[in-house]
């Protein structure tokens, strides 16, 4: 087949329907053959023969109607599937050094910031396929081409910048702003573009990148936002930078507020691995030391500015973008160590040494840890991490000096007062058993959010809400009935028992004794009362299987028979969290459920007397079991 397509010469056939302008279907139809043909192609002889007689590059340049999406989406997969076939040799098939052109090249980056997301990445990958290819004709091109390219990367950055900068005033007047976290992810997903084309390691690509992104976008827009206004004023606006995609304006030569210039920072240093731009981005903020190539004085404002981000007396409206900064800065500290030191953001020995952030950050987690403030719980969390980091030298918290434990045991104590009147309250409701059945199932589902993606949120860029934010992670917002505020309250009390010198009880949740370990191997004696437990598979069908049913002091065991006098547990349950209840259609029969778990079951016995044996047995279980937890609760609470 593969001779005959040859020997009639179709791929000139396909290269005329396509100049031809056929129509839609057929330039359709040729653009998709070609991407499956060249695909499937894995002889390098019947790839060198396809792309001799220039007929692919004829097809490259030509002007078709972008307008037509479908067709630029078969164009630039295709565009992409060449380039995944680009080698020190099949690149001269491409490459045409005494034009100095490359159109596979040059026809793709036009549509590097194009509004579909299939089409951009199409794009990047199509680049970093080029970047790869190790010939010194290729290199010699990209030296003299790619720094237009990587114009249009910082003009696709900056227009972000402009588009978040513009989202977040109007977020800051109260106006509904849903778009704002997509704009985020854009400029997120354009800076871990950079990380890939620093991640090849092309010094001379590395390089190009690095000075244009400093020079031309990070230097003039980012760091100088958040310098005091003589300062600022002394860094030129670069004129409105151009872009490869006609799609797209002229950036607009305006700086963002300093809150987006800080947040947009912290997603670059935490994405971007290149050692010399994260220590001309750390440094400038840090030291004051003007990037390579940038005539500038910084001075220390622009930490200075962070830094006055921090406080939160009644509300956290900057200073979880303080946090996030400062949390990228120490997380880059490989690069930073020796600013980190300086600035006293890092310990500066193994010894109890004094650390200016620490008492800041307490200040943010004795605010943080009350409910009736304007702070997120986000910011405790990341108060937190930063707080273990800053105060680490060799172990966790090992620089925290005798004061500030003595504030960590304050706040905590304050925190389980809280915990304890909303504990009073119910109980005069007699609502106490509700109260521990949530405190634990809160236990069991408590995952920190990270501090990663707290950081990444765009939420944080807007003042704290509460209705009209039920869109965003209930831990980037405020409470917003009594049911939140308190699940508010049990989580920060899980977060503060993590710190030292609080005094926390040994474990969760509140039973006396361990539980048996679903698989554990049990003796078979007078305890165990078999039955028929009827349940219902993945598929909805219903299985029946022999078990045998033990309620030990905190659990309620399912055990499968292993022989005449062993049996190994299939269900272990918190006594607790079972209800059980006689089916009135057949005595014989109990209903088991752990709505904590998602399980039902049937469980019928030989006979009725066995059937209120075990419901018995698990009724009186689980308030003995209860009685000891509130106890135990109550002490944990209430320390004498």
């Not at 090849?200 to 003039?220: C, E, H, N, T, Y």
């Not at 405020?478 to 505020?485: G, I, N, T």
């Not at 033990?550 to 005449?564: F, G, I, K, M, Y």
Request: charged share 20%; aromatic share 8%.
């Amino acid at each position: 087949v593969f001779e005959f397509f040859m020997e009639k010469d179709i791929l000139r056939l396909f290269e005329h329907m396509l100049l031809s302008d056929g129509g839609h279907g057929i330039s359709v139809q040729v653009m998709q053959t070609l991407s499956i043909l060249f695909e499937n192609i894995s002889n390098k002889e019947s790839l060198w023969f396809l792309l001799s007689n220039n007929h692919i590059n004829a097809v490259i340049a030509h002007t078709f109607d972008f307008s037509d999406e479908e067709l630029l989406a078969y164009y630039v997969s295709f565009l992409k599937t060449l380039s995944l076939k680009l080698t020190p040799v099949t690149v001269y098939f491409f490459l045409n050094e005494h034009l100095v052109n490359f159109p596979l090249f040059s026809e793709a980056i036009k549509f590097f910031d194009h509004r579909d997301n299939m089409v951009r990445n199409a794009v990047r990958t199509l680049t970093l396929n080029v970047f790869r290819v190790d010939e010194p004709n290729t290199r010699f091109f990209l030296r003299d081409r790619v720094g237009a390219f990587f114009e249009s990367v910082a003009a696709a950055l900056a227009a972000k910048i402009g588009e978040i900068d513009a989202l977040v005033d109007a977020g800051s007047r109260g106006e509904s702003v849903p778009g704002l976290q997509a704009v985020v992810n854009a400029f997120i997903d354009h800076v871990q573009y950079v990380q890939d084309v620093f991640h090849l390691g092309i010094a001379m690509i590395s390089d190009k990148l690095r000075d244009i992104l400093l020079q031309r976008l990070f230097v003039p827009y980012l760091l100088a936002a958040l310098l005091p206004g003589p300062a600022a004023e002394a860094i030129p606006v670069p004129a409105a930078l151009e872009t490869e995609n006609s799609e797209q304006h002229a950036v607009l030569p305006t700086r963002p507020r300093p809150l987006v210039a800080a947040f947009l920072l912290a997603q670059t240093l935490t994405l971007v691995e290149d050692p010399q731009l994260v220590t001309a981005l750390g440094g400038a903020l840090l030291a004051g030391t003007a990037p390579a190539g940038c005539e500038a004085s910084f001075g220390p404002g622009g930490m200075d500015a962070v830094m006055a981000m921090l406080p939160c007396a009644d509300s956290d409206a900057s200073t979880l973008v303080a946090l996030a900064l400062i949390h990228a800065l120490i997380q880059s500290r490989g690069q930073l160590e020796p600013q980190l030191l300086a600035a006293q953001l890092l310990p500066a020995s193994t010894e109890r040494a004094s650390v200016p952030l620490a008492d800041m950050l307490l200040g943010i987690v004795q605010v943080a840890s009350k409910t009736d403030f304007g702070v997120r719980l986000g910011t405790l969390v990341l108060a937190l991490d930063v707080l273990k980091r800053v105060t680490q030298a060799s172990t966790p918290y090992d620089c925290l000096q005798d004061e500030h434990l003595r504030q960590i045991k304050g706040i905590f104590e304050e925190c389980r007062r809280d915990l304890g009147d909303i504990y009073t309250r119910a109980k005069e409701a007699r609502l106490e058993a509700s109260f521990l059945l949530r405190l634990e199932a809160e236990h069991r589902q408590f995952r920190p959010i990270a501090a990663g993606h707290i950081a990444g949120s765009a939420c944080i860029l807007l003042p704290p809400a509460v209705e009209d934010a039920r869109a965003w992670n209930p831990d980037l917002r405020l409470p917003a009935d009594e049911q939140e505020r308190t699940r508010r309250t049990m989580l920060t009390f899980f977060l503060l028992r993590a710190l030292p010198n609080t005094d926390r009880p040994d474990s969760m949740p509140l039973c006396a004794g361990a539980a048996a370990a679903q698989g554990s191997k049990f003796t078979v004696d007078q305890n165990c009362i078999p039955c028929t437990l009827a349940t219902k598979n993945i598929q909805g069908a219903l299985v029946q299987v022999r078990r045998l049913v033990l309620v030990d002091a905190t659990s309620l065991l399912l055990l499968e028979p292993d022989s005449a006098t062993t049996a190994i547990a299939r269900h272990v349950f918190d006594l607790t969290a079972v209800d059980a209840g006689t089916d009135i259609s057949n005595l014989r029969s109990l209903v088991i459920s752990v709505p904590s778990s998602s399980f039902t079951a049937r469980c019928v016995f030989d006979d009725h007397i066995r059937c209120v044996i075990a419901r018995q047995a698990i009724e009186r279980g689980s308030a003995a079991l209860l009685e000891r937890k509130l106890e135990a609760l109550a002490a944990m609470l209430f320390p004498s």
